[in-house]
Structures are given as structure tokens and as C-alpha cells.
């Protein structure tokens, strides 16, 4: 077999989302897909066109958003319920990833 199979394709990116929160190492992704970790890792970028890493951060800030455009928990609670260390590497991977800052997020929305 030279790539994942959809159904474990499906295991791995079901997986993600439903543990953002939580730490995804490769080994952990690994087992989900039954593949080694360095298949896992050329395999996925084949099917899905980055790295597992790079998908893993972009689901995290991509959730981030969706918390923090919602206006009803802190920074620091986004942070932690998205799997960042702590809210300035989250403003380091949105500001990455999209080109703004949880506070230039918030400062966008429209008042309540």
C-alpha cells in the first residue's frame, strides 16, 4: 500500500477534531491510522497537501476563531480548549496562519 485508504484517512482527520484540545503527537495519530509514523506523515501530505502538523495547527486556529468570534470566553480559555500552551502561542500561530491576533479578531466583531 503507497497511501491512506479514505476509511483511514477518515480515522485520522475524525480524530483530530474531535481532540483538538488535546496533545496529537504522531505516535497517537499513528495508532488511529494503523500506519507507521513515517508513512502516516508522507501519506498524509499526499492525500491532503500539508503536513500532518501543519493541518493539526491550521484545525486549531480555524477552531480559535470560531471561540473567539463568539465573544464568551477569554483568550486563555480558547487557547486551552484549541490545544495551544497558553494564549501568546496561540496569537503566534493565528498571527501565523491568518495574519491577526486574537485581539485583532475580537476588535473586528461588530458589538453585541
Known amino acids: 500500500m503507497s497511501r ?3 476509511a483511514q484517512l477518515q480515522r485520522v482527520l475524525e480524530h483530530i477534531e474531535a481532540a483538538l ?8 495519530l ?24 501543519r493541518y493539526v495547527l ?4 480555524e477552531r480559535a ?3 473567539l468570534r463568539r465573544g464568551d470566553l477569554s483568550t486563555s480559555e480558547v487557547a486551552a480548549l484549541t490545544g495551544f500552551a497558553h494564549q501568546s502561542h496561540l496569537a503566534h500561530w493565528m498571527r501565523r496562519e491568518i ?8 476588535r473586528a466583531q461588530p458589538p453585541r
Open 58 to 61: 491550521r484545525r486549531r486556529v
Open 99 to 106: 495574519g491577526q491576533t486574537p485581539r485583532d479578531l475580537r
Open 4 to 6: 491512506l485508504s479514505e
Open 30 to 53: 499513528r495508532r488511529v491510522a494503523g500506519a507507521s509514523s513515517s508513512h502516516l506523515r508522507t501519506w498524509f501530505k499526499a492525500a491532503m497537501g500539508v503536513t500532518l502538523h
Open 65 to 67: 476563531c470560531i471561540l
Open 21 to 28: 484540545d488535546e496533545p496529537l503527537s504522531i505516535d497517537r
